[in-house]
């Protein structure tokens, strides 16, 4: 309705300036009912485990109080369910932490090969303990970036430990240097990619979407947040870095990531 009353664009002068300031407008509109959503996401997903908590801590106080067995189970219950608590507290700190460093650039010096290998490395056990397969295929050579080095290993972490979780037992996830073309010249890559089941395509633009996933049931069997790849996308974004997937089902996924070199 504001648009329709709009002068012309062509009539340079106010018109000009009140397009700006609708655009404003909506665009800061458009912010409101995002952070809206994402409170209302993040309240839900937290309150779930709660409800779940203060159930089990009725029932202890009832009938279960005299049975060891009973108790002993639904202990292990409530913590797993705290245990969730924590993940999503801690994911939606890291995301606020990054969001909020977005307008700084990142001026440490960070080797990108040696921070994937470090990463990668560090997810071993849970490779085992999974019953998968986990290689790195990375060139020895140095390779400089100016990046924040903790952030380039979470990007790693995640997706990593997504090919793992989602791959499941028996999956072969291989982290290398990335072979395709770049999307920009001067950019490097690291792809890690997996024999898991796959990412059907109708979901893949919408992977890096808060609390989006395609099964809820098993990113919280896997002890999801949904969070995730939403990180990923803003680490990747605060480095002028880029993401690239794709996927076939049966097949498995790669997941590239994509970012600049220094310019020096
Ligand atoms: P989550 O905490 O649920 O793992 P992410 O943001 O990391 O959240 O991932 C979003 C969704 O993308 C996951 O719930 C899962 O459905 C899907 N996904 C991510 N990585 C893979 C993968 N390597 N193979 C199959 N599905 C994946």
């Known amino acids: 309705a504001h648009i329709a009353q709009l002068p012309p664009v062509s009539d340079f002068g106010p018109g000009a300036q009140v397009l700006v300031q609708i655009a404003d407008l909506s665009d800061q509109r458009a912010t409101?009912?995002?952070?809206?959503?994402?409170?209302?996401?993040?309240?839900?997903?937290?309150?779930?485990?709660?409800?779940?908590?203060?159930?089990?801590?009725?029932?202890?106080?009832?009938?279960?109080?005299?049975?060891?067995?009973?108790?002993?189970?639904?202990?292990?219950?409530?913590?797993?369910?705290?245990?969730?608590?924590?993940?999503?507290?801690?994911?939606?700190?890291?995301?606020?932490?990054?969001?909020?460093?977005?307008?700084?650039?990142?001026?440490?010096?960070?080797?990108?090969?040696?921070?994937?290998?470090?990463?990668?490395?560090?997810?071993?056990?849970?490779?085992?303990?999974?019953?998968?397969?986990?290689?790195?295929?990375?060139p020895e050579e140095d390779l400089a970036l100016i990046a924040d080095r903790d952030q380039i290993a979470q990007v790693i972490t995640n997706l990593t430990e997504n090919a793992l979780k989602y791959g499941g037992q028996g999956v072969s996830v291989t982290v290398s240097a990335a072979s395709s073309v770049p999307p920009r010249p001067r950019m490097v890559g690291i792809a890690i990619e997996d024999t898991g089941p796959g990412i059907a395509r109708e979901h893949l633009h919408r992977l890096t979407e808060r609390f989006y996933r395609v099964s809820a049931k098993k990113s919280k069997e896997q002890g999801g947040t949904g969070l995730g790849l939403a990180i990923v996308k803003h680490i990747l974004a605060r480095h002028g870095g880029e993401l690239a997937v794709e996927s076939e089902l049966e097949q498995g996924s790669s997941f590239t990531i994509w970012l600049p070199v220094s310019q020096n």
């Open 32 to 138: 409101e009912v995002a952070r809206t959503d994402f409170i209302a996401n993040a309240s839900h997903e937290l309150r779930t485990p709660l409800a779940s908590i203060l159930g089990y801590i009725e029932t202890l106080r009832g009938h279960a109080k005299d049975d060891p067995e009973a108790r002993a189970h639904f202990l292990g219950i409530m913590n797993s369910q705290a245990q969730r608590m924590q993940r999503l507290v801690e994911d939606l700190m890291s995301l606020t932490r990054i969001e909020m460093a977005a307008h700084s650039s990142p001026s440490e010096i960070c080797d990108l090969y040696d921070t994937t290998r470090e990463a990668v490395r560090a997810l071993q056990p849970l490779a085992e303990k999974i019953g998968a397969e986990l290689n790195l295929a990375l």
